[in-house]
């Protein structure tokens, strides 16, 4: 089933009784769409794993529209995510906390700790507090594929393997929560995300460290699968601004006309390819615009049915080192440096 209509704020009770019966509901938040079943019930969370392709030892975010819920997951609440929570919740921050005994090992792949946030969309609000238990999603796509930030791009990926998607249109920032773990003595982003580590750590008032992409021993499990690619191959293109436009135009030239090579350039270079198949990533000034438009565009290169994707990099600051981190991956780490 598909909800389309408009009166999604009247629907979402019929939505809530799904989860609370053990079903599938994919939902929007304010950063990518969620495939939701309540934490509670391990049969429904298992569903989730099947529904995605995703790997047993991926932990899942829990979801609460009320900080009272955290009674419900977490042994201790510190004094960071005391005031972590204050400032950025509701919003696209996820923290991790050790976990209660009773949080089942199915939400976190066997570890002691549970990554939880409260999202600020109003329909996933709703939802929430509607449903009265707290809801594990991970974001609504098949593993490995860039996440939905549309209703049909869940619709694309999951249609018949879930109970109900709620569609609501595109998601503010276009890039899954940052991830913070409060674990060690120094604060650790193991994912960016549009709550940035300057807004962090003016909230802190210390430096907060940025985990390694190490596919060894990644401390957010979930970071060391290949994630967010399109099928063709792609490679991201990083340095200044006139050797990338370059290079990327040296190649242009170097292959056969016939081969659909699609770029992904800021608005500023548009201008700078002469080629049919140039893609706005929006300015360079301003990362939100490529967050927003990143996921869609991927999966967009894969509807032109293209060949070869060539992407600029984007300047590794604000919401910018959530887009390049984003970017790094979905190449799969094919990256020039250019200069
Ligand atoms: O914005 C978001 O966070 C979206 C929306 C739906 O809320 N959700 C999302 O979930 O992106 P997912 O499953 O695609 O990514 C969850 C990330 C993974 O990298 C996972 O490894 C990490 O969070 N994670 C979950 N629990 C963890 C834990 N206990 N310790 C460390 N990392 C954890
Ligand atoms: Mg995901």
């Not at 955290?70 to 923290?95: D, H, M, Q, R």
């Not at 700078?272 to 438009?293: K, M, N, S």
């Amino acid at each position: 089933m598909i909800n389309l209509l408009p009166n999604q704020f009247e629907r979402l009770a019929c939505a809530a009784e799904i989860l609370r019966t053990g079903g599938l509901v994919a939902f929007p938040t304010e950063t990518v769409y969620g495939l939701g079943a309540i934490c509670t019930n391990e049969q429904a969370l298992l569903k989730i794993f099947a529904a995605k392709g995703r790997p047993g030892d991926n932990p899942l975010i829990v979801h609460i529209w009320h900080e009272t819920q955290l009674k419900e997951l977490v042994t201790e609440i510190n004094p960071k995510a005391a005031s972590l929570i204050s400032e950025f919740w509701p919003g696209p921050l996820t923290l991790i906390f050790p976990k209660l005994a009773q949080v089942s090992q199915v939400v976190t792949a066997g570890l002691e700790t549970v990554a939880v946030r409260m999202p600020r969309h109003p329909i996933a609000q709703e939802l929430l507090r509607l449903t009265g238990i707290p809801v594990a999603a991970p974001s609504a796509n098949l593993s490995g594929r860039p996440s939905p930030t549309r209703g049909s791009h869940v619709v694309d990926d999951l249609f018949g393997k879930v109970n109900l998607i709620i569609e609501a249109g595109y998601c503010e920032a276009g890039i899954e929560s940052t991830v913070l773990s409060l674990a060690s003595e120094q604060p650790v982003i193991l994912r960016p995300g549009s709550v940035t580590k300057e807004m962090i750590e003016a909230v802190l008032g210390e430096t907060v460290a940025l985990a390694e992409a190490d596919a060894e021993r990644p401390q957010a499990p979930g970071m060391k699968y290949q994630h967010y690619a399109p099928q063709a191959p792609a490679v991201l293109f990083e340095g200044s601004q006139a050797a990338v436009v370059k290079e990327i135009n040296r190649l242009l030239i170097k292959q056969a006309p016939s081969k659909k090579i699609v770029v992904m350039a800021s608005t500023e270079n548009l201008k700078a390819y002469h080629h049919e198949w140039v893609l706005d990533l929006g300015h360079q000034t301003i990362p939100e615009e490529a967050g927003v438009r990143l996921y869609d565009l991927l999966r967009f290169c894969d509807q032109l049915a293209a060949e070869q994707i060539y992407i600029e990099g984007v300047a590794a600051v604000g919401v910018g080192l959530a887009v390049a981190n984003r970017l790094r991956k979905a190449v799969g780490g094919n990256v020039v440096k250019v200069d």
